[in-house]
């Protein structure tokens, strides 16, 4: 079996020319901060508010 891939470190080199950043680095806003905090609380009460409601 061969190995169509090239394993040159170049290509890495060149992703980070291009710009290329991990999610982990990007920078985030507040709305951004808030529709997670909402998200998760709209999670919580349908993950536990509505069976505790209906006991």
């Known amino acids: 079996m061969s190995d169509d891939h090239d394993h040159g470190h170049d290509d890495h080199h060149e992703d980070e020319q291009d710009g290329r950043v991990t999610s982990p680095m990007?920078?985030?806003?507040?709305?951004?901060?808030?529709?997670?905090?909402?998200?998760?609380?709209?999670g919580l009460v349908v993950t536990f508010g509505i069976p505790l409601a209906l006991a």
């Open 26 to 42: 990007q920078e985030f806003s507040m709305s951004q901060v808030t529709t997670g905090v909402l998200v998760f609380v709209v």
